[in-house]
């Protein structure tokens, strides 16, 4: 990889941190407001499951495990920061 393409991937990694942070936020405020068991994990599954594709997408174009598992770790910590702040 040249280093022009470091920094995009580098860019574009922090974009997909923050959507997955997004979206997995959205769907701890959405299990906030709602009382169905299976809704609440549809939504569980469906956070997954996007994570899951994401990283096996920065997988498949060259990313380094560290910095998916430094993803992982940020990810991680803002979910649980934020559970333990609102729910």
């Known amino acids: 990889m040249t280093e022009k393409d470091s920094g995009v991937s580098i860019l574009y990694l922090f974009f997909g941190t923050l959507g997955m942070i997004m979206v997995a936020l959205a769907g701890l405020n959405m299990i906030q407001a709602e009382d ?46 934020y559970a333990f702040w609102v729910l």
């Open 36 to 81: 169905s068991t299976t809704r609440v994990m549809m939504i569980l599954i469906g956070i997954i499951v996007v994570v899951n594709y994401v990283y096996y997408l920065e997988r498949k174009a060259g990313m380094s495990n560290k910095a998916i598992w430094g993803q992982s770790g940020v990810l991680i910590a803002s979910i649980i920061g």
